[in-house]
């Protein structure tokens, strides 16, 4: 789980006796799902006072796009890609690759920013399989993030080099048939 500590951002004046490190976690599973654990954890750590934002690669139909994040709450931004429907294949048309691309540059931005303490990047993974955000772009944002930002990577098929680098993995998948 993530520290409920608050954590120094640009503007913050709290100094700690020693760093506040942020973690590099993974949610995965076989399947294409809702990681209903990381939603929670993300809502009751904004509830808390903790700058979060969800950034949602394939989702999309409600036109809401990096310039109309949703705000749950004073800390909690969500925004998704700025399209009319879900991406679930890797052929795009060019809008709808420049929608996703103009995404993974706020995101990017953003996050250097150092306004929120945790990010959770959901279905990242399979942006990367797509071919649509590249992996080797992904381990480099994730190197030259501000060291106190947690980051939560989401989706099936995650990369190996990412398990790498993650803190912890958490593997989500059935322990019996029905």
């Not at 969500?78 to 691309?101: G, M, S, V």
Request: charged fraction near 20%; aromatic fraction near 6%.
């Amino acid at each position: 789980m993530v520290v409920q500590l608050e954590t120094p951002t640009l503007n913050s004046t709290l100094t700690l006796p020693y760093a506040v490190e942020g973690l590099i976690q993974v949610f995965t599973s076989p399947n294409r799902n809702f990681f209903t654990s990381v939603m929670a954890q993300s809502l009751r750590i904004a509830g808390q006072g903790t700058p979060v934002l969800i950034v949602q690669f394939l989702k999309g139909g409600i036109n809401q796009g990096q310039n109309r994040p949703m705000q749950m709450g004073q800390h909690l931004d969500w925004i998704r890609c700025d399209l009319p429907r879900y991406i679930d294949t890797p052929d795009l048309d060019e809008a709808e690759n420049q929608a996703l691309q103009q995404l993974w540059q706020h995101t990017q931005q953003i996050v250097s920013a150092g306004k929120y303490s945790l990010v959770v990047l959901d279905e990242l993974s399979l942006a990367i399989k797509f071919g649509l955000i590249p992996e080797t772009e992904v381990l480099d944002f994730l190197s030259k993030r501000p060291p106190h930002i947690d980051i939560i990577l989401t989706g099936p098929e995650m990369p190996k080099s990412l398990l790498d680098v993650a803190d912890q993995i958490t593997e989500i998948r059935r322990s019996h048939q029905p």
